[in-house]
């Protein structure tokens, strides 16, 4: 019997969600929620990623517009525009590496410069331990 591969396409996960720059902040919260997700890709109308959001990112303003019960504006002042990404066919090694390095806890997945899905630290560990 062959070893599981190491290929990210062979771990990633679909896209549950993406946002679009103009979503308004308490819906991005919502469906962030709504759909078990740490944070999500910004597309434009293309579905080019643009940025990304995350749980963090919109912690703060969740925080004030919930308590104030207030609009919070839209995501595009709030997402990450440096989008870091990973390629289908690279090794999970790569993605373990970049997970240990940074705070990011979901990095998409791109093959052949399109949005493919998404590679969470859990999948990352779920790989490695069919390894053993």
Known sequence: ???PSLL???H???VMVTF???TDVLRAVHLLLENGVSGAPVTDRLGNIVGFLSEKDVMGIALEAG???DTAGTIDRLMSKKIVTVDAEDSIVQAARIFR???MKTLPVMLNGRLAGMLTRRDVLRAF???R
């Open 1 to 3: 019997m062959s070893a």
């Open 8 to 10: 990210i396409k062979d």
């Open 12 to 14: 990633m996960r679909e």
């Open 20 to 22: 679009r720059p103009d």
């Open 67 to 69: 308590y104030y019960a």
């Open 101 to 103: 390095d940074s705070s």
């Open 129 to 131: 331990e069919r390894q």
